[in-house]
Each structure stands twice: as C-alpha cells, then as structure tokens.
C-alpha cells in the first residue's frame, strides 16, 4: 500500500513558470514533510520541510503548502528554470516517540522538464 | 567532509552471483540506511541501523538480501543469489542524531546494480 501518492508523474515547465507538485497521505502518524530533490546520477538531497502545523514554508523560489485536513501538501517552484531540472520526491515521517527515528516513505517521484 | 561514499557505482553481474555493496557515512552520523530505486516501486527503505545496530529490516525484500554494519564507518549490502529483478539504484543514506525536526537524511550517489 502505497503511503503517499505524488503527482503527476512528469511536469514540463517553460522557464519563467511555475511548477507545482502534489502529494497526499493518508496515515495520521506522519509527523514531517520534507521534499528531496534527485538529478540524474546523483542521490537525493533535501530541498525544503515543513511541519504539519505550518501551512506554508518558503525558502527562495521553493514553497511548500500544507493543508491538514485534507491530508495534502504541494511544492511550489517559482520562475522555473532549467537547472532546476530533476527528479522531485516528496516524503513523510512516521512520527516516533523518544529517541527513536522515524522513518521516511517517499513519493514515487515527479521528474520535472524546464525549458529554456 | 566528503560525504556518504558507495561502491561501486556501477555493478553488472549474471544471475545466481553474489552482489555485494559498499557505503561509507559520513563520520559521525548515528544512522544508515539502504534504499532501493526502481521505476515502479521508486524508492524504498529496506534497512536501517542505529550506532551499528539493525533497527529495522522489515523492508529487505528477501533472505537473499542482508546487510552489515560492522563499524561506524562501513556498512554492506549484500544479495546473494542475485536475480534480474534486483536489479535497481540502491542508495545509502546517513544521518545525524539530535537533527530535530531536520531529520536530514545525506545520500551517497548510489550503485546502479543490473544482475543480467
């Protein structure tokens, strides 16, 4: 069972636009909502968080909007450009309890196209 | 620091060998994980440990998969009978303890496995 579900699955952007992925959960237990960003032959990197009781967080051109009740939280990218090219992964925490660490499901991935 | 280092980064293998992985955190992160990519299933966490220790494998696939933390700086992977669908980017990732709500996790750049 998928934990949470991205889309779409690709986006192609003209640069200057914007870009903006969707993903939604179901299991109240997640605690915290990063996004990573993949390029190609790379690893994932970690991109912009947020917690649940935030609605919005931005840093630079990278927003993230939170809405609780409806169990969704999107990724704004703002005036687009092409090397913000990627694979984006949105994630989500299982809320642990002591010392313990939760652990991350991840998104299937939006692979991002901008053209110049 | 130069970051959480895999080997190799690139494995091709017949069915029926035996794989096995290689990933150096970062020096001083408490936690590592392995991860899985794959088209369809994206990326999924198959093991982590905690100062060495396994904390959670409920995500290894099969018996044929383990994986060893015999210090703080080295960890393996290994499949042993590898088979085609194993085939995948298998990552590694450490993190730091007391990161708070970061919950940074730092990916290596991966080994792109293909068992023909």
């Known amino acids: 069972q998928q934990q949470v579900k991205q889309s779409p699955q690709s986006l192609i952007v003209q640069k200057g636009g914007i870009s903006i992925i969707n993903c939604a959960y179901e299991n109240t237990a997640f605690d915290y909502f990063p996004w990573y960003q993949q390029f190609p032959g790379k690893g994932p990197a970690l991109l912009i968080a947020?917690?649940?009781?935030?609605s919005e967080k931005k840093e630079g051109r990278f927003t993230i909007s939170f809405n609780k009740s409806a169990k969704q939280f999107s990724l704004h990218i703002m005036d687009s450009q092409p090397g913000d090219s990627a694979t984006y992964f949105c994630?989500?925490?299982?809320?642990?309890?002591?010392?313990?660490?939760?652990?991350?499901?991840f998104g299937q991935g939006t692979i991002l196209t901008v053209h110049p | 620091d130069a970051g959480v280092i895999q080997s190799p980064r690139h494995e091709v293998t017949e069915m029926g060998q035996e794989v096995t992985l290689r990933c150096k955190p970062i020096s001083g992160h408490d936690y590592l994980f392995w991860y899985r990519q794959t088209m369809m299933r994206g990326l999924e966490l198959l093991i982590y440990?905690?100062?060495?220790?396994?904390?959670?494998d409920s995500g290894m696939p099969e018996d044929r998969f383990s994986a060893k933390m015999p210090n703080a700086s080295f960890s393996t992977l290994k499949i042993q009978p590898s088979e085609p669908r194993d085939s995948a980017v298998y990552f590694c990732?450490?993190?730091?303890?007391?990161?708070?709500?970061?919950?940074?996790?730092?990916f290596g750049a991966g080994t792109r496995l293909s068992v023909l």
């Open positions: 994630a989500a925490r299982w809320s642990a309890g002591g010392t313990s660490y939760g652990k991350l499901t």
């Open positions: 440990f905690n100062n060495n220790v396994p904390i959670d």
């Open positions: 947020i917690r649940p009781d935030v």
């Open positions: 990732a450490s993190s730091p303890l007391g990161t708070g709500s970061k919950n940074i996790q730092y």
